[in-house]
T-cell receptor
Framework: DVKVTQSSRYLVKRTGEKVFLECVQD?????MFWYRQDPGLGLRLIYF???????EKGDIPEGYSVSREKKERFSLILESASTNQTSMYLC?????????????FGPGTRLTVL | AQKVTQAQTEISVVEKEDVTLDCVYE???????LFWYKQPPSGELVFLIR??????QNEISGRYSWNFQKSTSSFNFTITASQVVDSAVYFC????????????FGIGTKLQVIP
């Protein structure tokens, strides 16, 4: 079974704090993705990575950065959290470069910024 | 860029009824892929099916069936004899065929199956 784990299920932070969301996979897949999910907006891609140290901006990268130092781990960083970053954050992985491949998702981290 | 419209935001059906979830997409690509994902109340999205733009053959898998019509840019999903366990949010997601799997998710259709 594919395993995608996210460091926290629920997280509460204060405005201005630096926040790290971690995603770890055990499948040796090349691609890793960070999405945020908001009611009425569906899933929106923040960043993705197709290899170690490689990253690409998604549709809404503002206010976020990412790090991928090892193949199995992809971190999402909120440099200075704001209340409009309160959301559900989902990590996903997929193999190879073929767009035909499905994505496998983690359980999500519900972040609340006060 | 691709767009996807799931016009039904919420649907309620009584158990054993059939239900169809609609998906209309826009793309300028000639080659692309289409996915459906399911998100149960537990929160974890699960892949259900994919189609490539060359394969308009519709499929039935148990109680699930999919109707892909390229001419109308639709990729609808039907559950026959719905069950309470089908209660979830369902996402339609077209994907570009080039590049690194840039998938565009719809806003989702929340299905509630009432016992």
């Amino acid at each position: 079974d594919v395993k995608v784990t996210q460091s926290s299920r629920y997280l509460v932070k204060r405005t201005g704090e630096k926040v790290f969301l971690e995603c770890v996979q055990d499948m040796d897949h090349e691609n890793m993705f960070w999405y945020r999910q908001d009611p009425g907006l569906g899933l929106r891609l923040i960043y993705f990575s197709y290899d170690v140290k490689m990253k690409e901006k998604g549709d809404i990268p503002e206010g976020y950065s990412v790090s991928r130092e090892k193949k199995e781990r992809f971190s999402l960083i909120l440099e200075s959290a704001s209340t409009n970053q309160t959301s559900m954050y989902l990590c996903a992985i997929s193999p190879g470069t073929d767009s035909y491949n499905e994505q496998f998702f983690g359980p999500g981290t519900r972040l609340t910024v006060l | 860029a691709q767009k996807v419209t799931q016009a039904q935001t919420e649907i309620s059906v009584v158990e054993k009824e059939d239900v169809t979830l609609d998906c209309v997409y826009e793309t300028r690509d000639t080659t692309y892929y289409l996915f459906w994902y399911k998100q149960p109340p537990s929160g974890e999205l699960v892949f259900l099916i994919r189609r490539n733009s060359f394969d308009e053959q519709n499929e039935i898998s148990g109680r699930y069936s999919w109707n892909f019509q390229k001419s109308t840019s639709s990729f609808n999903f039907t559950i026959t004899a719905s069950q309470v366990v089908d209660s979830a949010v369902y996402f339609c997601a077209p994907s570009e065929a080039r590049g690194y799997q840039k998938v565009t998710f719809g806003i989702g259709t929340k299905l509630q199956v009432i016992p």
